[in-house]
């Protein structure tokens, strides 16, 4: 499918400020028309008009409520449903960009804490609680969130990310199913690490 080169948000955006335009009737040239939309909703809003001339041949109205029961539409009612349409799949195609990135960003930070949490225990008197740091402090570097900062985070902020990560968890949940096998792996590698930690600072604290 060929989509404008624009963001997803930038051609949401223009999208609806040009339905607006549309819907208050203000005349927008076809070139304008057809400059947002991809190949595909251009090739549909034509077909929709073609149907409609085919029809009028068809069947005569003498009155608007004779052509609403036969189904007529202006040429502006056509380009108003295909904007319409377009919102609707930039609105699906915005956040499946959204899920993407964010699984690229939950794969990124997996593989950083793991690479340098393991670099770091292969040094010289090396041990978990150095190592960790030392990821976590990478991930700090790296502007992604650390895997230690519940620990240093007011009640108040705890509460909200918690509520934050329940949201995250779902949309989680959605992207998992798509990732690739050696996404899943590395996945699964930062679960088995984290667990190895939780167990060890329990029995440490015992």
Same mark, same amino acid.
């Given at each position: 499918?060929?989509?404008?080169?624009?963001?997803?948000?930038?051609?949401?955006?223009?999208?609806?400020?040009?339905?607006?335009?549309? $819907?208050?009737? %203000?005349? *927008?040239?076809? @070139?304008?028309? !057809?400059?947002? /939309?991809? =190949?595909?909703?251009? +090739?549909?809003?034509?077909?929709?008009?073609?149907?409609?001339?085919?029809?009028?041949?068809?069947?005569?109205?003498?009155?608007?409520?004779?052509?609403?029961?036969?189904?007529?539409?202006?040429?502006?009612?056509?380009?108003?449903?295909?904007?319409?349409?377009?919102?609707?799949?930039?609105?699906?195609?915005?956040?499946?960009?959204?899920? $993407?990135?964010? %699984?690229? *960003?939950?794969? @990124?930070?997996? !593989?950083?804490? /793991?690479? =340098?949490?393991?670099? +770091?225990?292969?040094?010289?008197?090396?041990?978990?609680?150095?190592?960790?740091?030392?990821?976590?402090?990478?991930?700090?570097?790296?502007?992604?969130?650390?895997?230690?900062?519940?620990?240093?985070?007011?009640?108040?902020?705890?509460?909200?990310?918690?509520?934050?990560?329940?949201?995250?968890?779902?949309?989680?949940?959605?992207?998992?199913?798509?990732?690739?096998?050696?996404?899943?792996?590395?996945?699964?590698?930062?679960?088995?690490?984290?667990?190895?930690?939780?167990?060890?600072?329990?029995?440490?604290?015992?």
């Amino acid at each position: 499918m060929l989509v404008p080169k624009l963001e997803y948000g930038q051609i949401l955006d223009r999208l609806r400020a040009r339905l607006d335009e549309l $819907r208050q009737g %203000r005349d *927008v040239a076809a @070139r304008d028309l !057809r400059a947002l /939309l991809t =190949s595909e909703q251009v +090739a549909a809003m034509d077909s929709a008009w073609a149907e409609q001339q085919a029809l009028r041949k068809g069947k005569r109205a003498r009155t608007k409520e004779e052509e609403a029961a036969l189904g007529w539409k202006s040429k502006r009612d056509i380009h108003i449903e295909a904007y319409e349409r377009a919102i609707e799949e930039s609105d699906s195609g915005e956040l499946e960009a959204l899920k $993407r990135k964010a %699984r690229q *960003v939950e794969v @990124r930070r997996a !593989r950083i804490y /793991l690479d =340098s949490y393991f670099e +770091a225990l292969a040094e010289p008197f090396g041990n978990r609680e150095t190592a960790a740091k030392k990821a976590n402090n990478d991930l700090t570097r790296a502007g992604l969130r650390r895997f230690d900062e519940a620990d240093t985070l007011p009640d108040k902020q705890l509460e909200r990310d918690r509520e934050v990560r329940e949201m995250e968890l779902d949309i989680l949940r959605q992207i998992k199913s798509e990732m690739s096998p050696d996404e899943l792996e590395q996945l699964q590698l930062l679960k088995e690490h984290e667990k190895r930690e939780a167990e060890f600072w329990k029995r440490r604290g015992k």
